[in-house]
């Protein structure tokens, strides 16, 4: 058995998320089904850096998984274009030690989100940024971000349904892009628990908006409580980018 890791692509709009779930389309499915087709029937388990919701896409996803095949790590990608929908693409396929696990020995993840400032609806960007029509300070964003960066429990900005214990993270960077009505952040770190990137966007918002003040995060964070923070973001505006190893 050779292990392969692969980085892939997705568009997350009709998918009910990475996971396979029952009757449900999702990512991890219809890469193991063509996986399937590939084997002539023999069943091929993937594993990925970490789940995405419905709704969320991915440009650098890796996954993994173990085939008997021998097939030239190029000819790899052509294989399961072949067979995979049009909002799944194979970036890279090439070959991995045995002990490689997408998820456990991934050092670190960036997310980005993208969100159009404007009041006046798009249709062409409906599914990949999420529309927010108020003004923002986003000097006043990126002094609260500033209280964000660095090694926190972050239990009052992922959801109340994570399960893990440890929900002690390390983000390196927080930057904010803002070009024409587009403003994009970038979150870097070394690992991001349940909708964390997605209610720290909804949180600086309102700091944007000047529901907040930036000071507000240092208290946000000792609470270890997910009613203070803000709301969580849409997700269709949350993009995995990269995962680092």
Same mark, same amino acid.
């Given at each position: 058995?050779?292990?392969?890791?692969?980085?892939?692509?997705?568009?997350?709009?009709?998918?009910?998320? %990475? *996971?396979? &779930?029952? /009757?449900?389309?999702?990512?991890?499915?219809?890469?193991? !089904? =063509?996986?399937?087709? +590939?084997?002539?029937?023999?069943?091929?388990?993937?594993?990925?850096?970490?789940?995405?919701?419905?709704?969320?896409?991915?440009?650098?996803?890796?996954?993994?998984?173990?085939?008997?095949?021998?097939?030239?790590?190029?000819?790899?990608?052509?294989?399961?274009?072949?067979?995979?929908?049009?909002?799944?693409?194979?970036?890279?396929?090439?070959?991995?030690?045995?002990?490689?696990?997408?998820?456990?020995?991934?050092?670190?993840?960036?997310?980005?989100?993208?969100?159009?400032?404007?009041?006046?609806?798009?249709?062409?960007?409906?599914? %990949? *940024?999420? &529309?927010? /029509?108020?003004?923002?300070?986003?000097?006043?964003?990126? !002094? =609260?971000?500033?209280? +964000?960066?660095?090694?926190?429990?972050?239990?009052?900005?992922?959801?109340?349904?994570?399960?893990?214990?440890?929900?002690?993270?390390?983000?390196?960077?927080?930057?904010?892009?803002?070009?024409?009505?587009?403003?994009?952040?970038?979150?870097?770190?070394?690992?991001?628990?349940?909708?964390?990137?997605?209610?720290?966007?909804?949180?600086?918002?309102?700091?944007?908006?000047?529901?907040?003040?930036?000071?507000?995060?240092?208290?946000?964070?000792?609470?270890?409580?997910?009613?203070?923070?803000?709301?969580?973001?849409?997700?269709?505006?949350?993009?995995?980018?990269?995962?680092?190893?």
């Amino acid at each position: 058995m050779q292990r392969y890791k692969c980085t892939i692509s997705y568009d997350g709009t009709l998918f009910s998320g %990475y *996971q396979v &779930q029952p /009757g449900k389309r999702t990512v991890q499915s219809e890469i193991e !089904e =063509a996986l399937r087709k +590939l084997h002539k029937g023999s069943t091929i388990r993937i594993s990925a850096s970490g789940r995405t919701d419905a709704g969320v896409h991915a440009k650098g996803q890796v996954i993994h998984f173990d085939s008997p095949l021998q097939i030239p790590e190029d000819r790899w990608v052509k294989a399961l274009h072949s067979l995979l929908p049009d909002d799944i693409v194979i970036l890279k396929a090439e070959k991995a030690a045995p002990d490689f696990h997408a998820r456990f020995d991934a050092k670190g993840k960036e997310y980005r989100y993208f969100i159009r400032l404007s009041d006046v609806k798009d249709p062409f960007t409906r599914h %990949y *940024q999420f &529309q927010f /029509g108020y003004q923002l300070d986003i000097e006043k964003m990126k !002094e =609260a971000a500033a209280y +964000l960066i660095g090694t926190h429990d972050f239990t009052s900005f992922c959801s109340a349904k994570t399960e893990v214990e440890d929900r002690v993270r390390t983000l390196q960077r927080i930057e904010m892009d803002k070009d024409g009505d587009q403003l994009m952040f970038r979150f870097a770190g070394d690992g991001f628990l349940y909708n964390m990137v997605r209610i720290l966007v909804g949180t600086l918002l309102e700091t944007g908006r000047g529901l907040r003040q930036p000071d507000e995060m240092k208290a946000i964070l000792a609470g270890k409580d997910r009613s203070l923070a803000g709301k969580t973001a849409a997700s269709h505006g949350l993009y995995l980018w990269k995962v680092f190893y």
